[in-house]
């Protein structure tokens, strides 16, 4: 399995599971990362953003590459600042866009997302844009030039699963870029789905946060990505849908 | 009307002293409290009158302890809901709302709590509102802050490690004009990451004018929802126009600000049907401005200099629970704040079940912070505050009892962008 690598933007990982820094305490991120194998981890770019006191930027272990986001822009043109802000602060040249509309419900904008990912791919960002999985933006956003594509599996934050399955599912089939399933994975089991079916990797933050021990979950996230994966590349057994297999082919009857 | 709120001060001539009793005394004496004065920018917006259809129509003692289980066994907390969770049926279940109030607040904020600090940098009013320690009747150091003045406090207060600011001002456009608020927030943008606001209503040019200056969030308490007792309690001054202050948040969101935050100053009404206008408020006006961000606030009253029998009345901290809970699981992605307000015990509780963020290293008082912060004398020159505080914690100390509290104390998230 050495051989399978994650490669995104030109740059290639061992790892396929995309570790969210939000919404747990600082301390726990080294444990996180180090229990999921993770080897990207996603940072808001507005918490980095602080003066000397907890700067999330001193909590990142060595080595690790950093996935800026830009939570918090509204439309295009306040992603497009926020993305070049992060190459300022020294978060390299990845960059996942995040565009949202709705305080409520934190669904992406797939139109201002299209936009902003042609604007950044134009200046050299590898573009991880975020999107409502829909098969025509995720044609677009080829064309714009992202590196890869994540399709949320259900409302953010959520730990729903994957709701939207089918949907992801084409997009798997459809698109020649790396489909990373983001938002609303709950539970190992659910990541372990996503990877079987074929998505490139797997990306989350509130399953982990929410859970009753944080680095145990995360080392299950690990284990379940990574058999979703080979089950993925073994080539799943088929599944019968409806009584067993006749041992007397319908079409014995034909002769030449 | 109950009068424990009106104090007359000797200070008064006996020409303001009459006034003043005519004021409290014959209601033709003051303006309408319904018509727009000159200059109030009038907006087309049903926002109000959804609102409002709602809260006269509330009856809180019709709901049952089924309608509130029902309540929280359901995904979506519709407006049903909500008001069933406001009712004195659902207080037997105030554990049940905290658990589910627990899991929503984990769920769009994580652990995290902010925190924040006020700044008053002026406390002149020209409202006689009775309960406000800085209303214009009341005897208090009045103080306006030079521009050195303000960018000295903010020094200090940000060489504590704070990056978010919330700047007040008393009710005075004739002494704390939008040119001088704007120039306090272009300031503030110097030392904090985040700038806000909670000043007197004001039209939505001026909110798209102290955007630009780097506010980026605007905080107007409506006080009380109930507009024919709100007409008793604000007696004088343009505070007196409910509706201008009732589309204040709109006009803010329409001047460009990101977000906007919402509160009943709880105690001076029917504090349910107070907190059901308030989580309406902010449901019909996150249903026309899907982007922006809401947060709520829930004050309860509190003593001011001269009157200390200024009490929250039937809201005790039971209530005040109750309240938040029902805010938290009817609007699950809004901030919510709890002042100073408020004892630490509490707040420390508080953020565990529903808030997400606190003040810490707070003075109601104008021109103080050098000396709280540091120890330093006062020079006798400084402004009186606008009402006691019950939590002074530091920031240090503050956000080490976050931190303990198995929370995640964040003292910014936010780009002005």
């Known amino acids: ?256 | 009307m109950d009068n424990s709120f009106f104090v007359d001060s000797g200070a008064l001539s006996p020409e303001a002293l009459e006034r003043k009793h005519r004021l409290e005394t014959d209601p033709s004496s003051r303006i309408s409290h319904l018509e727009y004065l000159p200059g109030m920018e009038i907006i087309q917006s049903d926002t109000c009158k959804n609102v409002m259809n709602h809260v006269g129509s509330y009856d809180y003692s019709s709901f049952t302890a089924k309608d509130v289980l029902r309540a929280l066994e359901k995904d979506v907390c519709t407006v049903e809901d909500f008001k069933a969770l406001l009712s004195p049926a659902a207080e037997p279940f105030i554990e049940k709302m905290a658990q589910r109030a627990r899991e929503e607040t984990s769920r769009h904020f994580g652990n995290s709590v902010y925190i924040f600090t006020p700044l008053y940098i002026a406390n002149y009013c020209e409202n006689y509102c009775v309960y406000c320690g800085f209303n214009c009747y009341n005897n208090i150091r009045r103080m306006k802050l030079s521009y050195e003045q303000i960018e000295n406090e903010m020094k200090v207060i940000s060489s504590s490690g704070m990056e978010e600011i919330l700047i007040l001002t008393g009710e005075s456009r004739g002494k704390s004009g939008v040119e001088y608020i704007g120039e306090a927030c272009k300031l503030a943008r110097k030392y904090f990451r985040l700038v806000g606001l909670e000043i007197y209503p004001v039209n939505t040019d001026e909110y798209e004018y102290l955007h630009k200056c780097g506010a980026d969030y605007v905080t107007v308490f409506q006080e009380t929802y109930d507009v024919d007792k709100y007409e008793t309690l604000h007696l004088y001054g343009h505070k007196r126009v409910w509706p201008y202050r009732f589309d204040s948040q709109e006009r803010a969101l329409m001047g460009g600000m990101r977000g906007v935050g919402f509160s009943a100053l709880l105690g001076l009404s029917d504090f349910r049907k107070d907190a059901l206008a308030t989580g309406l408020h902010v449901y019909y006006l996150q249903r026309k401005y899907p982007h922006a961000e809401m947060s709520l606030s829930c004050p309860r009253l509190r003593p001011i200099i001269n009157n200390d029998k200024i009490t929250p009345l039937d809201v005790h901290e039971k209530q005040l629970c109750q309240i938040l809970c029902a805010y938290r699981i009817f609007l699950p992605f809004a901030g919510i704040t709890v002042s100073s307000r408020e004892s630490a015990r509490f707040r420390n509780g508080i953020v565990k079940i529903a808030a997400t963020k606190v003040s810490a290293g707070v003075s109601t008082g104008i021109g103080d912070h050098e000396s709280k912060y540091t120890g330093k004398k006062c020079s006798g020159t400084e402004g009186d505050e606008q009402f006691e505080i019950n939590d002074s914690r530091s920031l240090n100390e503050m956000y080490g009892d976050i931190a303990a509290g198995g929370l995640q104390p964040v003292l910014n998230d936010y780009l002005y962008v």
């Open chain 1, 1 to 256: 399995m050495s051989n399978d690598k994650f490669v995104i933007g030109g740059h290639e990982f061992d790892s396929r599971f995309i570790l969210g820094s939000g919404k747990y305490s600082l301390s726990l991120i080294e444990a996180a990362v180090k229990y999921a194998g993770a080897q990207i981890i996603t940072l808001a770019v507005r918490r980095a953003n602080t003066k000397e006191k907890e700067n999330i930027l001193d909590y990142i272990p060595e080595g690790i590459t950093l996935l800026p986001n830009t939570s918090g822009a509204r439309n295009a043109e306040e992603a497009v600042r926020i993305a070049r802000l992060a190459r300022e602060l020294g978060c390299g040249d990845f960059v996942k866009i995040e565009i949202m509309r709705d305080s409520k419900y934190l669904l992406p904008d797939n139109q201002q997302t299209v936009k902003a990912t042609e604007i950044l791919a134009n200046e050299g960002f590898v573009v991880m844009p975020y999107m409502y999985p829909d098969l025509n933006t995720a044609r677009d956003l080829v064309s714009a030039g992202a590196a890869a594509v994540m399709p949320l599996a259900s409302p953010i934050g959520s730990n729903r699963g994957l709701a939207t399955k089918d949907f992801i599912r084409i997009l798997i089939d459809e698109i020649d870029l790396p489909i990373i399933v983001d938002a609303g994975i709950g539970a190992p089991s659910q990541a372990c789905e996503a990877m079987e079916m074929g998505a490139a990797a797997i990306m989350a933050n509130t399953a982990l946060a929410t859970a009753g021990n944080l680095p145990l979950m995360a080392g299950a996230f690990r284990k379940a990505i990574e058999a979703g994966r080979e089950g993925y590349l073994s080539g799943l057994g088929r599944v019968l849908t409806r009584g067993a297999e006749a041992s007397d082919p319908l079409t014995g009857f034909l002769r030449d």
